[in-house]
């Protein structure tokens, strides 16, 4: 069983956390933590503000109350894209990818923060735009390359078969070089032959570019192979955490799945019109 | 006649200058702007004061210098009305923009209409005619020029990833907010340089001449011509100026030509909703016609 090393500081940092919109509490009183190198898993029956915390963790909404402390600074508040910069880059549960732009030019939107030229050096094109966006392109190439996505560079990301694409999505993310990565369901759509592909990618990019992985992921079997912790969220409230034999067994969370009273309330519910909320 | 023809070129260099500094902002970045008019008339404006109330005497002296000078200025004050205009405009999207930017646009034409420096309601006489065709496509050439290279640079990537997707351009670290300010004021920019040559060509301002349907039909120039690609908006300028006078060749169409104009754009539109350079990319019967063209690096009908 492996517990979170509780003598390190955690990379990011979670607690309160609470938002609401309107009457509706979407997450309430969250405490998460995130370790250097850990692949922490986050579930939840569907509504149950997973998403609503990623869109919290990084910037797209602001919390009503609460604290994220990522790599040792608070980033309640932040813009989306200061967070990007503070080192949390993620994914995203409908596919988001530039699609009228090539693969090549997805990742070198994320290269952006790396350029060595100013606007003038571009827009006269002076020597150095010309060495600098062959650094640039250089760099996204190999990023690629680490992912077998070299040889659809020049395609449209709109042409891509959709396994290409979340993996064009992770590549992007990628390229931002950040510490932690946050996947919003990437399995979703996936076949199980292409599910078992991906969790052998995800555990490799994990190596590959030292990063902590913070995973929302709706198909268990998946999330019970390769996360260490898992949360469980329902109706925003975190109901569980543990490793994934303890998320196993716990009453809470089968309950959060299949519904309080077990099977005969299941049936019943499934008699009645499938209201069931799993 | 020459000096017909020479008058329908400079409009159409004019016409270029306002379509792709357009496209700018429509076209790359995804904002849609009905205010183009605005910044054009501060253009025009401002460096028809620069060389008439201002310096008349230097400019008399040396026109191509005072043109030059007087379309900095105007590319100065248009960028700062684009800014101003901009930062609490683009807090708005979709149609709200568009209507935002609509009533930006006309609030400048009516500040116009009623500041008396600039001749109000009775408009501004006595410019000096200093634009040249050789000036036209110097403005032009440059504005191509120097737009093609920001959309083909990092910044360009930026400014076009928010017109794919808002959320996710955040998600990668692009200040969208930024962009799509920077963005907003170069489109301004160049539409006042557009304003300067403008001025400096119809030796006579009124703010009439920058009503909402100029918006429009820059408009038209880039959804005509295919959104987001350079050579579209060329395109789409070249049709939208020569069309109708073309179509005055025939003397009865002559007296519906504006009636037959809007059909024929109906028609394209219809035909060709990707714009005409939206053609090129479909394999349609026409892209055996223009198969050579097509085999130009770049030239494609795919947003660039």
């Known amino acids: 069983m492996s517990t979170p090393p509780k ?5 990011l940092s979670v607690r309160d956390l609470t938002i609401r919109f309107g009457g509706l509490v979407a997450v309430n009183n969250l405490k998460l933590d995130v370790f250097d190198g850990e ?3 986050l579930i939840g029956p569907n509504g149950a503000g997973k998403t609503t915390c990623f869109n919290m963790l990084t ?6 109350s609460g604290q994220i402390v990522f790599a040792g600074r608070s980033i309640v508040g932040l813009g989306p894209h200061k967070i990007s910069a503070a080192g949390a880059a993620r994914t995203f549960q409908n596919i988001r990818l530039f699609k009228e732009m090539t693969v090549l030019e997805n990742i070198m939107v994320s290269l952006h923060a790396r350029r060595n030229y100013n606007l003038a050096t571009a827009l006269l094109r002076l020597p150095r735009f010309f060495s600098q966006e062959k650094v640039l392109r250089s760099e996204a190439l190999n990023i690629l390359g680490n992912l077998g996505l070299e040889a659809r560079a ?3 990301a709109k042409n891509l078969p959709y396994g290409d694409q979340r993996k064009v999505e992770i590549a992007r993310a990628l390229a931002t070089k950040p510490k932690l990565l946050l996947l919003d369901e990437p399995a979703a759509g996936m076949n199980p032959i292409e599910t078992a592909q991906l969790s052998g990618f995800i555990q490799e990019i994990r190596k590959k570019f030292s990063l902590s992985v913070l995973l929302i992921e709706h198909d268990m079997s998946l999330v019970m192979k390769i996360c260490e912790r898992i949360y469980v969220l329902d109706y925003g409230e975190l109901i569980a955490e543990g490793t994934p034999s303890q998320i196993k067994s716990n009453k809470r969370v089968i309950e959060a799945y299949l519904g309080g009273g077990g099977l005969e309330k299941l049936s019943q519910e499934k008699n009645t019109a499938g209201g069931a909320h799993a | 006649m020459i000096e017909y023809f020479g008058q329908i070129f400079v409009l159409f260099g004019i016409n270029v200058i306002l379509a792709s500094s357009l496209n700018v902002i429509n076209g790359y970045c995804g904002l849609f702007s009905l205010g183009h008019a605005g910044f054009f008339a501060v253009g025009a404006y401002s460096s028809a004061a620069f060389t008439t109330l201002i310096a008349p005497e230097w400019t008399a002296q040396s026109p191509h210098l005072a043109l030059l000078v007087s379309s900095l200025i105007a590319m100065g004050t248009a960028g700062i009305a ?6 609490p405009c683009l807090r708005l999207t979709g149609d709200y923009l568009a209507i935002a930017t609509v009533g930006f646009g006309e609030i400048i034409r009516i500040v116009f209409l009623n500041m008396d420096v600039v001749g109000a309601s009775r408009g501004m006489p006595g410019i000096p005619r200093l634009t040249t065709i050789p000036w036209v496509i110097v403005g032009a050439a440059f504005t191509l020029i120097i737009l093609n290279n920001l959309i083909k640079s990092s910044f360009g990537r930026c400014i076009k990833s928010i017109r794919e997707d808002e959320i996710a351009a955040q998600a990668m670290g692009v200040n969208v907010r930024f962009y799509k300010t920077f963005s907003f004021v170069v489109g301004s920019l160049f539409a006042g340089l557009a304003g300067s040559l403008f001025a400096h060509n119809q030796e006579f301002l009124h703010p009439s001449n920058f009503v909402f349907m100029i918006s429009v039909s820059v408009l038209l120039m880039i959804v005509l011509g295919g959104l987001g690609s350079q050579k579209g908006a060329v395109l789409g300028a070249f049709i939208v100026t020569l069309l109708p006078e073309l179509l005055r060749l025939n003397e009865f169409v ?4 504006m009636l037959v104009f809007g059909l024929i754009m109906i028609l394209v539109m219809l035909v060709f909703p990707e714009g005409l350079l939206g053609l090129l990319k479909k394999g349609s019967l026409k892209n055996k016609f223009f198969k050579k063209a ?3 690096p770049g030239f494609s009908g795919a947003p660039l």
Not at chain 1, 59 to 64: A, F, H, I, K
Not at chain 2, 82 to 87: C, H, K, R, W, Y
């Open chain 2, 294 to 296: 097509k085999n130009e």
């Open chain 1, 7 to 11: 003598d390190k500081k955690p990379l």
């Open chain 1, 39 to 41: 692949l922490v898993g």
């Open chain 2, 82 to 87: 684009g800014l101003a205009v901009g930062i």
């Open chain 1, 59 to 64: 910037g797209v909404y602001s919390p009503t």
């Open chain 1, 154 to 156: 020049e395609t449209y």
């Open chain 2, 254 to 257: 002559s007296q519906i030509r």
